[in-house]
Nanobody, 126 residues
Framework: EVQLVESGGGLVQAGGSLRLSCAAS????????IGWFRQAPGKEREGVACISSSDGSTTYVDSVKGRFTISSDNATVYLQMNSLKPGDTAVYYC?????????????????????WGQGTQVTVSS
């Protein structure tokens, strides 16, 4: 029911910026959260940032604090990525919960999210 479509990925040099977009549709509840996650080749998927529908509160993992900003505008959630590093290279996914606005970015977070997008590639060159 819920559909999430990511866009905005690409190739950028270290120190540069990219803005990712997650277009969301099909929500049937008022309480939900949308998070950004990423997965590099040979590595586990990790949480990046999350935003709650109820009050717009945001959550970040320590590795991106001060560099990444999550925000929303209508049915689109954005991830502004500044000061990019080669270690940020990964496929970036957005995911959503339904029925709760609680954000989980660490541990076994996958079961918490009901819907996932297909991902967009971000490559940061040194």
């Amino acid at each position: 029911e819920v559909q999430l479509v990511e866009s905005g990925g690409g190739l950028v040099q270290a120190g540069g910026s990219l803005r990712l977009s997650c277009a969301a549709s099909g929500f049937t509840v008022d309480e939900y959260a949308i998070g950004w996650f990423r997965q590099a080749p040979g590595k586990e998927r990790e949480g990046v940032a999350c935003i709650s529908s109820s009050d717009g509160s945001t959550t970040y993992v320590d590795s991106v604090k001060g560099r990444f900003t999550i925000s929303s505008d209508n049915a689109t959630v954005y991830l502004q990525m500044n000061s990019l590093k080669p270690g940020d290279t990964a496929v970036y996914y957005c995911a959503s919960t339904e029925g709760s606005d609680w954000c989980i970015l660490t541990g076994d977070f996958s079961p918490w999210y009901d819907s996932w997008g297909q991902g967009t590639q971000v490559t940061v060159s040194s």
